[in-house]
T-cell receptor, first 115, second 108 residues
Framework: GAVVSQHPSRVICKSGTSVKIECRSL??????MFWYRQFPKQSLMLMAT?????????EQGVEKDKFLINHASLTLSTLTVTSAHPEDSSFYIC???????????FGDGTRLSIL | EDQVTQSPEALRLQEGESSSLNCSYT??????LFWYRQDPGKGPEFLFT???AGEEKEKERLKATLTKKESFLHITAPKPEDSATYLC?????????FGKGTTLSVSS
């Protein structure tokens, strides 16, 4: 149980392109979904927290106009990286939780490479 | 500032050689201490949640323990398939604060 699917697993695109990443909880309803960014040999850094039907809460230093988050249902959240540039290249990982007392379950991440 | 520090950064063991990974945390109002396993190119896989000092949880060759300042992940008689990066995270509000992880390599 507690499976989170993230798609696509890898994206390579040109600078200036917008990229959408999907995160789905397959076998549970996720009241809260989280988006992280991970650099090699570094911690997962929380970018934003989203609750179904509400605006996402962004961490300090994360541009909300660049990283658009939509959490339209209890099983789906999307992250859109708008007008991506090479410095946006990273490993993006989503997680989902069934409630504040429940652990977060993670997707397998999306490797984004901007040329 | 809430912080999680893991040590060692890397650990090499022979198959069957037991050891422990350390996670030190400073957080106000700890709601949970989490352990995850992460394989290369994958997302973290949930292992354990610990809520209060003195609590222990086990799963196969892994046992997690918690004190007021630290958590340990004990690995008993590890196998090569236990090779991975082990992440520790603390939770105060809704967000998790992750350490950088310990990369474990077990050779046969």
């Amino acid at each position: 149980g507690a499976v989170v699917s993230q798609h696509p697993s890898r994206v390579i695109c040109k600078s200036g392109t917008s990229v959408k990443i999907e995160c789905r909880s397959l076998d549970f309803q996720a009241t809260t979904m989280f988006w992280y960014r991970q650099f090699p040999k570094q911690s997962l850094m929380l970018m934003a927290t989203s609750n179904e039907g509400s605006k996402a809460t962004y961490e300090q230093g994360v541009e909300k106009d660049k990283f658009l988050i939509n959490h339209a249902s209890l099983t789906l959240s999307t992250l859109t990286v708008t007008s991506a540039h090479p410095e946006d290249s990273s490993f993006y990982i989503c997680s989902a939780s069934a409630g504040s007392t429940q652990p977060q379950h993670f997707g397998d991440g999306t490797r984004l490479s901007i040329l | 500032e809430d912080q999680v520090t893991q040590s060692p950064e890397a650990l090499r063991l022979q198959e069957g050689e037991s050891s422990s990974l350390n996670c030190s945390y400073t957080v106000s109002g700890l709601r949970g201490l989490f352990w995850y396993r992460q394989d290369p190119g994958k997302g973290p896989e949930f292992l354990f949640t610990l809520y209060s000092a003195g609590e222990e949880k086990e799963k196969e060759r892994l046992k997690a323990t918690l004190t007021k300042k630290e958590s340990f992940l004990h690995i008993t008689a590890p196998k090569p398939e236990d090779s991975a990066t082990y992440l520790c995270a603390s939770q105060a509000g809704t967000a998790l604060i992750f350490g950088k992880g310990t990369t474990l390599s077990v050779s046969s």
